[in-house]
């Protein structure tokens, strides 16, 4: 079903028409995985491995950001995600399937799932005040540092980082 019409559409569409000619999609998504894919599968990958050399891959590597409050916060504080337009129940949802589906094993074990009340907090206040790439970089330099985060985490935008 197609709940929501953004970016991502064209991505979803293609899926639904080569799965079937059908009135129902061959394939039953999550309210959560739809909304990744409606909204940000078009730039990070259908399952969280990104084409571009733009655009972070998140399979296997999102999860580290729950080491650190700071790195927690900045999944929700990212423009694209803070300006969804998601309500924060279904924001939450996607940041959840996004961190431990396809970040699956890169979670601290101790890690809390992202509640609405918090994304809504952090959603208030997007990253539009920094250079979001000098930012991620001392962020991802520090989870690689203390945490033992993957030097993988550096790679995006043709290069490190």
Not at 24 to 33: G, H, L, S, V
Not at 37 to 53: E, I, K, M, Q, R
């Amino acid at each position: 079903m197609i709940r929501r019409a953004t970016c991502g559409l064209g991505l979803v569409v293609a899926l639904h028409l080569a799965g079937t000619a059908a009135a129902e999609p061959a394939i039953r998504f999550t309210a959560p995985r739809s909304d990744y894919l409606l909204g940000c599968g078009g730039c990070h990958g259908y399952d969280g491995v990104s084409n571009s050399s733009r655009v972070p891959t998140l399979k296997g590597l999102v999860g580290y950001y729950l080491n650190s409050g700071e790195g927690r916060a900045y999944l929700a504080r990212l423009p694209n995600v803070a300006f969804s337009n998601l309500n924060d129940e279904e924001l939450a949802a996607v940041l959840n399937y996004m961190v431990f589906d396809l970040g699956a094993g890169s979670a601290p074990p101790d890690a809390k799932r992202y509640e609405p009340a918090e994304v809504g907090m952090w959603r208030k206040r997007p990253l539009t005040e920094v250079r979001l790439s000098a930012f991620r970089r001392q962020l991802v330099d520090t989870l690689i540092d203390r945490y033992h985060a993957p030097a993988a985490l550096r790679d995006y935008g043709g290069g490190p980082y």
